[in-house]
C-alpha cells in the first residue's frame, strides 16, 4: 500500500478500513477500527477533491489515537483514552455519547438513543439473537 491509501501501481484505486495494510512511521499496522478507518476515508476524500480540483496533494496521511473504548455489559464499559483509563458505569455512559455524537444526522442520533434507552429499560436483547437452525446451509 502506498502512503496515500493506494494501490501500488495504480494510483486511482485506495484501500481503507479493515482492508488497508498501513504501516505506521514506529513500524506497526494501522489498527482496524472504526475511528482508524474514517480518519482513512477522510484522507482519501480530501486526496480525490484536490485532485478534481487540480490542486495539490494533502499532505500524508497521520493517525491519530483518540483512544479505545468498549463496552463489556449492561452499564459497563471500559476506556483508555489518551493514557485515561477508567471503567464502569462512567466509561459506558462516555462510550454511549462518543457513539451517538460521531452518527450523522439528528434523526438518526434521535432514533438510535431512543432505540438504545427503550433496550435498556425493557432489557430487550432480540437485537442481539441470532436465531435459526445451525444446521441449515446457505447455497
Known sequence: MQADMSVPGHPNVFVIGDLAAYVLPDGTFLPGVAPAAMQQ??????????????????????????????TIGRAAAVADLRGMRFS????WLAW????????????????????????????????????????????
Open 41 to 70: 476515508g477522510d484522507y482519501v476524500a480530501r486526496l480525490i477533491r484536490s485532485r478534481l480540483e487540480n490542486r495539490p496533494a494533502p499532505s500524508p496521511f497521520k493517525y491519530f489515537d483518540w483512544g479505545m473504548m468498549a
Open 88 to 91: 464502569g458505569w462512567f466509561a
Open 96 to 139: 454511549l455519547f462518543v457513539h451517538i455524537a460521531r452518527l450523522i444526522q439528528f434523526q438518526n442520533r434521535f432514533l438510535v438513543l431512543t432505540q438504545w434507552a427503550w433496550n435498556y429499560f425493557t432489557r430487550n436483547r432480540s437485537a442481539r439473537l441470532i436465531t435459526g437452525d445451525r444446521t441449515q446451509h446457505i447455497e
